[in-house]
């Protein structure tokens, strides 16, 4: 089976621009979440989704949105990009939102803005 | 919210010796606590989890203990190896929150 699928894998953005990352995940996966990596930092969380529903949103500004879609994949959206939010963005799926399903993360999406 | 603190940030070790990384969590609801490695340029891979209703496990090398009195769970490897060296992530969930991660800890193995 294939992993959790991330696209593209490098981005670089000037301020003030916006952004769509995607995310396909493991085959079975019904829920997705998003996370910002910043270099030396453990990852932060952005979003949860399941069954194409927000189950859990992180302390990240209104810029920051995201969807899920019928076939459980997922769009992460930044609006009016900072310097700061230059990180790794990773996604990760799970088969559902509790703690029996453990998170399998993607390779990422690393962002870089000037 | 959880916090999750995380020791040392970095850790050198020789070939062979043990390596112990500890992590605190405040959330006494917490009953999942994940362990990930991230090899530089890769994507954090899960290699170990326990829940609360353990205290220890196991998995060849790598072994996790859990003391939910003292809110803090701690990651051992032993015989080390090069192919140890990457970024260890403890992690902690509630149930009510979503996974939280502690900082890091930079593994060194030195042959």
């Known amino acids: 089976d294939a992993g959790v699928t991330q696209s593209p894998t490098h981005l670089i953005k000037t301020r003030g621009q916006q952004v769509t990352l995607r995310c396909s995940p493991i085959?079975?996966?019904?829920?997705v979440s998003w996370y910002q990596q910043v270099l030396g930092q453990g990852p932060q969380f952005i979003f949860q989704y399941y069954e194409k529903e927000e189950r859990g949103r992180g302390n990240f500004p209104d810029r920051f949105s995201a969807r899920q879609f019928p076939n459980y994949s997922s769009e992460l959206n930044v609006n009016a990009l900072l310097l700061g939010d230059s990180a790794l963005y990773l996604c990760a799926s799970s088969r559902s939102t509790g703690y029996n399903s453990p998170l399998h993360f993607g390779n990422g999406t690393r962002l870089t803005v000037t | 919210g959880e916090n999750v603190e995380q020791h040392p940030s970095t850790l050198s070790v020789q070939e062979g010796d043990s390596a112990v990384i500890k992590c605190t969590y405040s959330?006494?609801?917490?009953?999942?606590f994940p362990w990930y490695k991230q090899e530089l340029g890769k994507r954090p891979q899960l290699i170990i989890d326990i829940r609360s209703n353990v205290g220890e496990k196991k998995d060849q090398r790598i072994a996790v203990t859990l003391n939910k009195t003292a809110k803090h769970f701690s990651l051992h490897i032993t015989e080390t190896q090069p192919e140890d060296s990457a970024v260890y992530f403890c992690a902690s969930y509630s149930g009510n929150t979503p996974l939280v991660f502690g900082k890091g800890t930079r593994l060194s193995v030195i042959a």
């Open positions: 085959s079975g996966h019904k829920s």
């Open positions: 959330d006494s609801a917490s009953n999942y």
